[in-house]
């Protein structure tokens, strides 16, 4: 059952550790298939140099197994919120990077301070409200999606322009068109984490990125006019 996407999903749980944003077993990847509505995920506890294809466990939207003989991550029903209130994302990434877990630990949205940034998130990354005690003690991972879909709703960000959150006191979550392009942008997320901080070191007084160069590094890359890359061709 959906064994496309299992090598997917594989591939890209295997690049957390490739790129150095897991350790031990502190991560998890998904995938989505919106026809069959149906998500492969990695199993919980599960070591990376242990992982494969076969091993990755097949849910249903309600978090129900369809196929699999490990339980799923423990994150299972954090993804399930953002598939759902997210419809146009394909993949989801989870992990404890160091940089991104320091600024979700110090509580603080990521600022857009350089094209870096602007290249693949359209402002800031946000970092969550802290978790309430009935939150927390209820169905807390359940409750970890559904903060992280207030935060983009309360500030009106658009989350497949920003496909980045910092769960506050936890990690962070990125999501994207599929299992390798979330992974691509946490890959990311943790670099502009990392910049971000020595750039408030040497001067706490950076400014935000100036609008005008926001917008022409985003949109170069990003929607109808993006102009970034190669198109494909057709060989003849």
């Not at 320091?102 to 946000?126: C, E, M, N, R």
């Amino acid at each position: 059952m959906l064994e496309q996407l299992k090598e997917q999903v594989l591939k890209a749980n295997l690049g957390l550790p490739k790129h150095r944003l897991v350790t031990f077993t502190w991560g998890n990847v998904s995938a989505i298939d919106r026809e069959a509505g149906l998500i492969v995920i990695k199993p919980s506890g599960v070591a990376y140099e242990d992982l494969k294809a076969e091993d990755l466990v097949v849910v249903d939207l309600d978090g129900n197994v369809v196929e699999g003989s490990y339980k799923p991550s423990s994150d299972t029903s954090t993804h399930l919120v953002l598939y759902k209130k997210f419809p146009d994302i394909g993949g989801v990434v989870h992990t404890h990077s160091t940089w991104a877990t320091i600024w979700s630990q110090a509580g603080l949205d990521v600022p857009s301070l350089g094209t870096t940034q602007a290249d693949t998130f359209y402002g800031t990354v946000p970092c969550t409200r802290n978790m309430t005690r009935k939150e927390i003690r209820g169905d807390y991972e359940l409750e970890t999606g559904n903060v992280i879909v207030e935060t983009f709703d309360k500030r009106d960000i658009d989350p497949n322009q920003v496909p980045a959150v910092l769960v506050n006191s936890h990690g962070p979550f990125t999501w994207g068109k599929s299992a390798d392009d979330a992974l691509h942008n946490a890959v990311i997320l943790e670099e502009v984490c990392k910049m971000t901080y020595y750039t408030l070191k040497l001067n706490q007084d950076t400014p935000y990125i100036d609008q005008n160069l926001l917008d022409k590094h985003y949109f170069r890359k990003h929607g109808k006019n993006a102009y970034y890359g190669q198109d494909r061709m057709v060989l003849k």
